[in-house]
């Protein structure tokens, strides 16, 4: 069965009027159901979050907060706003938070904004160790108009902590550059964070301290990963990861003073109009991830990427710092075969069926477009209602492709057989509503 996931009513209603776009929309939606999403920072939303979207709150201005508007008409649109910044602030313990920011990189920006002046220093981990673009590459705004210093992960492989978080070092970083801001929080790292001992160098070096959840949020907010607060001044995140929401962005914080600097940096600072359609889904994707099956859904996540990455060490497959204690995983290539390079390994699989993305492992010889290693994420085959069983399939199946070079054929077939015996969330209730 490989039925688009995405309801068919909207699907039918779209064909109706333009049938060109609706076959591209039903072949993304077959694409989705027949192919296993290993991508870390993708998941399935559930068919409320998106069905969400497509409603008339898309019609609206509603620049300004509730109750101060720049437009009349918001009646609705600050009820809305405020049942999702009120299930925010329930779902991350918090006494703020602006729901607002069109995506992840968009939080972020308007945290510079809010805290920084051009030039100012921050200290961050680099893109190549895991970090995150808008955490000071060059040719983001983040590296462009401020300046950042990077600390490193452990570099000595016979350390026990090799390729983890280096505090030592971090504190030795802060020291000598005074960050007005430091950073924590990755795109690419797979342990645990000690959001305590990062606050700690903050108060040491006088520095904000700032996490960037996007990845952990769901794990954060069901406490499988231990919460930045209090520790931390100001949080942002993504919205639609392991969240599992619609796209988007949210800051957080405990701090009156700051929250009023980032209210007015994502508004008027570096956004218009709220994506009110978009924050009346993420009050649904909160409502969801305030149920208890949430944290169920969580602790899943977890336990299948430790079975993925225990059943690929067991096929010589390298995982970076020895394991994962998350959702996510960094495979390194290079202990299977010394050829084999991320970017091949990330098209045979993709025409397997298996989705993922090449990504650099910690002081990687090979480029970006090359890479060493694989990133490896179980939060949208989780969704799928797989469990560890299935995580040593995929492990299986990634490994007959990767052995055989691509060249085994067979393995499309037995990823569309996984995939019908997990069908999408709402399959089958979306058909012919
Ligand atoms: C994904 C991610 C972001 C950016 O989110 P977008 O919604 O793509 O802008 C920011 N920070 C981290 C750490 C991320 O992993």
Redesign the pocket.
Known sequence: MSDAPIAQSIHDLVHAQDPEAASILKAEGERQASTLELIA?ENHASLATMHAMGTCFTNKYAEGYPGARYYGGCEHHDEIERLAQDRAKALFKCEYANVQP???????AALFLALLNPGDTFASLELSDG?????GLKVNISGKWFSPVHYPLVRDENDADFERLDYDAIRDVCMEHKPKLLMC????YPRVIDFAKFRAIADECGAILHA????IAGLVATGVHPSPFPHCHVV???T??TLRGP???LILTNDADLNKKLNRAVFPGTQGGPLMHVVFSKAIAFGEALRPEFREYQQQVVANAQALAGSLVERNYRITSGGTDNHLMLVDLRTKDAELTGADAEKWLEDAGIICNKNGVPQDPRPPKTTSGLRLGTPALTTRGMGQPEMQRVAELIDRVLSSKGTDGAVRNDVRTLCDAFPLPGHGQAVGA
């Not at 929080?185 to 690419?188: I, K, Q, T, V």
Request: no cysteine; charged share 10%.
């Open positions: 920072s069109h995506s992840g990189a968009q939080a972020n970090g995150h673009l808008s955490h929080g990755y795109s690419a960037d959840i996007a990845h942002t995140t993504t639609h990861k796209r988007g962005g």
